[in-house]
Nanobody, 122 residues
């Protein structure tokens, strides 16, 4: 499975961005996909996940502001980010795994895309 993230950039606080993650390969093995982020000097953290059945979960810090979705025809996952804050500044990574991402540590995630940088200026 290969993942290609895109859509990062510089945005002012209060603004919006949409990240995309294009997936290819043996996607039938994938149960859940998600987004993680890593700010400078911090550990990688969970942001949002979506299961193959469309169930979603969010980190408390982004609940109500971010929306995760997936287009199974285009094999693409999205993260719509609204009301961005300076603390959302980070490198965002898309991820996929044959099991529920919430059951494993980021260190155990099987597939990662390259990161895309989101910078929110205050």
């Amino acid at each position: 499975v290969q993942l290609q993230a895109s859509g990062g950039g510089l945005v002012q606080a209060g603004g919006s961005l949409r990240l995309s993650c294009a997936a290819s390969g043996s996607l039938s093995s994938i149960y859940s996909m998600g987004w993680y982020r890593q700010a400078a000097g911090k550990q990688r953290e969970f942001v949002a996940i979506i299961s193959s059945g469309g169930n979603t979960r969010y980190a408390d810090s982004v609940e109500g502001r971010f929306t995760i979705s997936r287009d199974n025809v285009k094999n693409t996952m999205y993260l719509q980010m609204m009301s961005l804050k300076s603390e959302d500044t980070a490198v965002y990574y898309c991820a996929a795994d044959p099991i529920d991402l919430l059951r494993i540590s980021p260190m155990d995630v099987k597939y990662w895309g390259q990161g895309t940088l989101v910078t929110v200026s205050s």
